[in-house]
């Protein structure tokens, strides 16, 4: 009884009914967490910040920060309100400390800068929710529009006023097209870009090298056209078919497998505590 009161009272940023609930837990948005570190390595500032102040062009240590950030990620997305204000708390800490090199003019920034902390943010938005739709997870234009204007709510947790964040697809769309000019791919994001197609792993997880050059590639035709001529690569049409094709035929192959074996325990829970959200007539405590 504790356990299931619990759960009633403390059901974190999003919850049941919520389209991030909805979508985050599809296996096939892996693609779209690498996704966004592509994305999001196109601002120079972002980059070099990122790169100067972290393991992350530390082949050794490298896949140690991904698991953070993934962990940072699965908190923030059904972890209860404590949970996540206590792993925000740390991440704007930390960030607080840092400053980076603007490698152009020589001038020292804030890793914490707003357009920074925004760029990041849009960077995984645009990234979960491209994949998912196209992936063909069942979502709306409502639910797209619904699903940006929830994760303002995760950008609170590195620090963002929620009213300077994007609230729906049409304003997404228009933050990127203004953004285009200020971005391009420095030489670490390059460099992170063909680490990729190879990346140091600890010896357990060894054949994961053998799929990361298809997955590269898969992930690299996601990106949009214009990032992908960024980094100096082809931006086709025929990419962004064979991109969807591969993303729709990776997430039906999912839907046959049992949801025990396809689900983390938290999308488990999260699906669980849907369903009773939409046959019961018990009140939930969402975050609005």
Request: glycine share 8%; aromatic share 6%.
């Amino acid at each position: 009884m504790h356990e299931a009161s619990e759960e009633r009272t403390d059901l974190g940023l999003f919850g049941p009914g919520s389209v991030t609930w909805h979508v985050m837990g599809e296996p096939v948005l892996i693609v779209g967490g690498i996704r966004a570190l592509l994305l999001q390595a196109l601002h120079p500032r972002t980059m070099w910040g990122t790169a100067q102040n972290s393991e992350l062009m530390d082949p050794s240590a490298a896949w140690a920060r991904l698991v953070r950030t993934v962990e940072f990620v699965r908190v923030r997305t059904y972890g209860t309100h404590e949970e996540v204000e206590r792993v925000g708390r740390r991440v704007r800490r930390l960030h607080s400390k840092l400053t980076g090199l603007d490698m152009r003019t020589g001038e020292t920034f804030p890793v914490d800068d707003p357009e920074n902390l925004l760029w990041v943010h849009m960077g995984e938005v645009d990234s979960y929710l491209d994949v998912a739709r196209r992936a063909g997870v069942p979502l709306t234009a409502r639910d797209a529009d619904a699903f940006v204007d929830e994760q303002r709510r995760a950008a609170e947790v590195v620090g963002l006023d929620p009213a300077d964040v994007p609230a729906t697809v049409a304003d997404m769309r228009d933050y990127y097209a203004g953004m285009r000019r200020q971005i391009f791919a420095c030489r670490e994001a390059r460099e992170g870009l063909r680490r990729m197609f190879s990346p140091a792993v600890p010896r357990p997880l060894l054949p994961l090298k053998l799929a990361a050059p298809g997955l590269g590639v898969l992930v690299v035709s996601t990106l949009p056209r214009w990032a992908r001529r960024m980094y100096g690569l082809p931006g086709l049409p025929t990419s962004d078919l064979a991109a969807t094709v591969t993303l729709k035929g990776l997430y039906r192959t999912t839907q046959v497998v049992p949801e025990r074996f396809r689900y983390s325990p938290d999308a488990r829970r999260a699906r669980r505590l849907t369903r009773e959200h939409e046959t019961g007539p018990a009140p939930w405590s969402i975050a609005s």
